[in-house]
């Protein structure tokens, strides 16, 4: 059982548009990471939320952790091909001595 | 320098020798993991360590085994490599529970 979902699984379209990804659980998360992941390097913290309902912004990349705590999305404006790669999700149960729980990704390609 | 090092960068081996991935971090920090990534399953736990002489088994830790040798160093080996371990390895590391993780650039094994 995936304790973290991630929707889409892939996602393609062109420079400009907007789209959103989802990361969703049942359960409950002391914290949520989103990563991005280019070919052939390792992921890259893009940012903790740790606040149910917390919104945080980075330029185009807009993040919401739910209420709950139980779920995340992220939402890319103006998508540019830069932002091409593959997003994921991580989950901290706050539970001592675990890891963070990793969703399997969105692969997202962005076309000029 | 990178803050997480992997080497070697690319390997092929042949099914029954044994294989080191050697990882080492600058960061100062306590915890290091071990990750695998194959397309479809995201990435998956191998092993992980909190401190030099805390190991822990991940969600997948049948077929190899590590060492930790000092805070900066966190090597994973498999004894007796087979084709179903070729896979994108990756080494990460954290400061304390539900912090980001900072990965290194990856180590992509095959075996043959």
């Known amino acids: 059982t995936q304790l973290l979902e991630q929707s889409p699984q892939f996602l393609s379209i062109q420079e400009g548009e907007n789209l959103t990804v989802y990361c969703n659980s049942s359960?409950?998360?002391?914290?949520l990471q989103w990563y991005r992941q280019e070919p052939g390097e390792g992921p890259v913290l893009l940012v903790t939320v740790v606040t149910g309902g917390e919104v945080k912004k980075l330029k185009r990349l807009t993040f919401q952790f739910g209420d709950a705590r139980k779920d995340s999305s992220l939402h890319i404006t103006a998508a540019q091909p830069g932002d091409t790669g593959l997003y994921l999700c991580?989950?901290?149960?706050?539970?001592?001595?675990?890891?963070?729980?990793f969703g399997k990704g969105t692969t997202l390609s962005v076309s000029s | 320098d990178a803050d997480v090092t992997q080497t070697p960068r690319n390997r092929i081996t042949k099914t029954g020798k044994r294989i080191m991935l050697e990882c080492s971090q600058t960061k100062g920090h306590d915890r290091m993991y071990w990750y695998r990534q194959d397309p479809g399953l995201g990435l998956r736990l191998i092993y992980y360590?909190?401190?030099?002489?805390?190991?822990n088994k991940g969600e997948i830790s049948d077929g190899y085994s590590v060492s930790r040798q000092a805070q900066a160093k966190f090597s994973l080996s498999l004894e007796s490599a087979i084709p179903n371990q070729t896979a994108l390895y990756f080494c990460a590391t954290s400061e304390r529970q539900g912090y980001g993780y900072t990965f290194g650039s990856g180590t992509r094994l095959t075996v043959v």
């Open positions: 359960s409950v998360f002391s914290s």
């Open positions: 991580a989950g901290d149960l706050n539970q001592a001595g675990t890891a963070l729980i």
């Open positions: 360590s909190f401190d030099v002489k805390d190991i």
